[in-house]
């Protein structure tokens, strides 16, 4: 049977939202493998929207959902919505998105708090014990799904992985091309974009990061 994988979105563009190439390629690698799929985000309004020509801050404001739904062809639902009875797996791409409108990690660092939808929709993966794969700065959030010592990776940027430790979760440095696995919480980080230098650097640790939540939904 053909696992269902639920993925949350931040928005679209990598200074204000979902990290475009991230998500395609979980979305493309979950694809090749046959998973169904079906992208989540929360009904909210981003914190700020940045022009990514400049990288300058404008006086725009966009929606989180209407946004991911650029990156998801229109196929995106509110993650109020989203629940573990339904779904086999959870993987959460990166871009600052997720440390600005998933959660406040970007503004907050260790004192961060998830937005409450994203929070219990994860946090019902968790407690179904179901596989979770959060990449590039996602796993910032990893504290506050799991609890205090849960083990992941965002590569090996001293400055976030302080904040991640303080938070109470365990950091191990990690290459672009490689995944961390916390076995017993079955969850698999990947650093992505926070270490990648190219699309197919970032591909590399991503296609292993859907490999292994497959196989851990299979189990």
């Not at 946090?123 to 799991?146: E, N, T, W």
Request: net charge negative; hydrophobic share 45%; glycine share 8%.
């Amino acid at each position: 049977m053909n696992k269902k994988v639920a993925v949350i979105l931040s928005g679209c563009g990598v200074y204000d939202g979902a990290e475009i190439h991230e998500s395609v390629i979980t979305l493309l690698r979950l694809d090749q493998r046959g998973a169904q799929v079906q992208c989540f985000a929360p009904d909210i309004p981003q914190l700020h929207v940045v022009d990514h020509l400049t990288g300058d801050e404008t006086s725009e404001t966009r929606n989180v959902l209407v946004e991911s739904a650029r990156i998801a062809r229109g196929e995106v639902k509110n993650v109020h919505e989203l629940s573990a009875d339904n779904f086999d797996a959870l993987i959460i791409p990166g871009g600052f998105g997720a440390a600005k409108n998933l959660s406040d990690f970007a503004i907050a660092g260790a004192n961060c708090k998830v937005q409450p939808d994203v929070l219990k929709a994860v946090q019902s993966f968790v407690a179904a014990k179901k596989p979770i794969g959060l990449m590039c700065i996602a796993p910032a959030m990893a504290a506050r799904f799991f609890g205090e010592g849960v083990n992941c990776t965002i590569g090996n940027d001293p400055d976030t992985a302080s904040a991640l430790t303080a938070m109470g979760a365990i950091h191990h440095e990690c290459e672009v091309s490689e995944v961390f696995e916390d076995s017993t919480r079955k969850l698999v980080t990947t650093p992505a974009y926070m270490l990648a230098q190219s699309i197919s650097e970032a591909a590399s640790g991503i296609y292993k990061l859907v490999d292994r939540v497959l196989e851990m939904a299979q189990a």
